[in-house]
């Protein structure tokens, strides 16, 4: 009886937890795409998605001017911010649950800055992959991204046959510094492009349609997919590699999916709005502690609750000194960085 109580509460947990998570994620959207130099009223917005999104007869036609705002500039402006949320979420989902460390996400890792140094170089020489066209900068990213791993996890172990978190993260912020030298070459040798890639790298979901949600979405699809499907795995190793083997887990397989996955949706993120930081680690921290370690949950619900996050950071950098637009990766930096450095002095403590 006792059992069935338990399993009752955690049942009714986790349904609250989807509740909430999911009406943050509708009140950011609408919230996201209704406020800004012109306000959208909400009935007014819902009328539009009713008309061109859900086609839906109606028998008053909404107002041409609000519909071409809400859905040539807002709506594909906050679907791209809340792709970004999502693929940097569940990314740092996995990573920390993979490391077995609630300070790993794709910032401290170097896969960020791997993904940001594919994407300059693609702007700096102008590339464009034959066959690829639109999908030249994201495929980019992703295959620099993937390299950054590669090579972070390669010096690890030279640096520690035993491949303790502690060093993977060393080197990947080692591997961050060295690769954002890089970048800050490619932007002292530029010219007319410099304003650009300034503005591309402290990260921006400005002027963005239609076109790159298009880019972004098959590689959040797939990411995404790849990291749900591996969520029993996750668990099985937040115990360690030891106990995982003994339960069946292929280790090395696994964490290599991880890996991978969680490069593609970084390098896809960085492609399409430049490198935003602390979100894939802030957002997993706060939902574990809330609704606990479970992967089978914790990986949706960070994905659903990063993409109302960044939504809502994306309406604060455009709103909060208008006309002026903040980049958005600085309305994260100032909620992360203090949230980074909580994460540290607590793991101090306990220590």
């Known amino acids: 009886m006792p059992n069935q109580s338990i399993r009752t509460y955690l049942k009714t947990k986790r349904a609250l937890a989807y509740v909430f998570a999911l009406s943050f994620l509708v009140i950011s959207i609408l919230i996201g795409v209704s406020l800004g130099s012109v306000s959208v009223p909400i009935p007014v ?14 028998a008053m036609e909404p ?15 906050v679907v ?27 910032y401290t890792l170097g896969i960020s800055s ?23 900068l994201p495929t980019l990213s992703v295959l620099f991204s993937l390299l950054t791993i590669f090579c972070v996890l390669t010096f690890a172990r030279k640096m520690d046959r ?47 349609g239609w076109s790159h949600v298009t880019i972004i979405l098959p590689f959040f699809l797939l990411g995404s997919l790849v990291l749900m499907m591996n969520t029993h795995e996750l668990n099985a190793m937040t115990f360690g590699e030891d106990r995982a083997r003994h339960l069946g887990v292929n280790v090395q397989r696994r964490k290599m999916l991880i890996l991978v996955a969680g490069s593609i949706l970084t390098g896809a993120a960085v492609a399409v709005s430049g490198t935003i930081g602390f979100v894939g680690l802030v957002i ?3 939902v574990r502690r ?17 993409s109302g996050f960044l939504i809502l950071a994306d309406l604060v950098a455009r709103t909060i000194i208008a006309p002026t637009e903040l980049p958005i990766g ?10 980074f450095a909580f994460i540290l002095l607590k793991r101090r403590r306990e220590g």
């Open 45 to 58: 917005l819902l009328q539009i998605i009713g008309k061109e999104v859900l086609h839906l007869p109606l």
């Open 63 to 77: 107002d041409g001017t609000l519909t071409n705002i809400v859905m040539n500039i807002r709506l594909p402006r």
């Open 80 to 106: 791209l911010a809340g792709l970004v949320g999502a693929s940097l979420a569940i990314a740092g989902a996995a990573f920390q649950g993979l490391l077995r460390n609630p300070l790993a996400d794709p």
């Open 114 to 136: 791997g993904a940001s140094l594919g994407a300059v170089l693609t702007l700096f020489l102008n590339l464009s992959l034959p066959f690829f066209g639109l999908y030249t």
């Open 162 to 208: 035993s491949m303790k978190v502690e060093t993977i993260i060393l080197t990947g912020i080692i591997f961050s510094s060295f690769l954002s030298a890089f970048i800050s070459l490619m932007i002292a040798l530029t010219g007319e492009e410099l304003r650009q890639i300034i503005s591309w790298l402290m990260g921006s979901v400005s002027m963005r």
């Open 284 to 286: 997993p921290h706060l």
């Open 290 to 306: 809330i609704w606990g370690p479970d992967h089978t949950h914790l990986l949706p619900l960070s994905l659903i609750v990063g």
């Open 330 to 339: 600085v309305i994260t930096s100032l909620i992360g960085a203090p949230a």
